[in-house]
């Protein structure tokens, strides 16, 4: 399977019964990049790796849909996303897009937003990732991926804990 604009292209595996078990292919220490992988032509699924739950992150994405278009609008922006810049790459073989993301919901997160070339065609990018809760970890962010706000614990927001002064 060839890779997308620098990006590797994810290999599935198939979960248990219990759908419990994370699988990572062998070279998993080398995968440090968004995996991107087209279904059809209008439809791109963008798998971010592991997130936590309730920070927010800005994410870049390259992405080699709607090639020759000069232009993408984001049509369809939802509460947890939001598609700020999209540019077309200087060769003309795809966008560059940056979005926000609320990971708002611990477990797997599947979200999509929808762009729209100046012909009027569609393209849709659903986001996958799976979002640890609290005290689940702290996961390694894949490249172009970073955090910009997290929202404090409810247990540190009532902390009698004043601090060093």
Known sequence: MAELNNHAVLHEEEDTEDGHHVHFPEDVTANTEIQLRMKGESILNAHLGFLQHRHKYEIQLT??????????????????????????????????????????????????FVLKNEAEEEFVIVLHARVLGARKGTPMLKEKIRCIHHAKDEEEEHSDWTGFE
């Not at 790459?89 to 477990?107: C, N, R």
């Open 63 to 112: 992405v080699p849909i709607a090639p020759g278009s000069t232009s993408l609008t984001p049509v369809i922006n939802t509460p947890f996303i939001a598609v700020g810049n999209v540019n077309s790459l200087a060769d003309g073989k795809g966008h560059e897009i940056t979005l926000e993301l609320d990971a708002h919901k611990e477990g797997l997160l599947r979200d999509k």
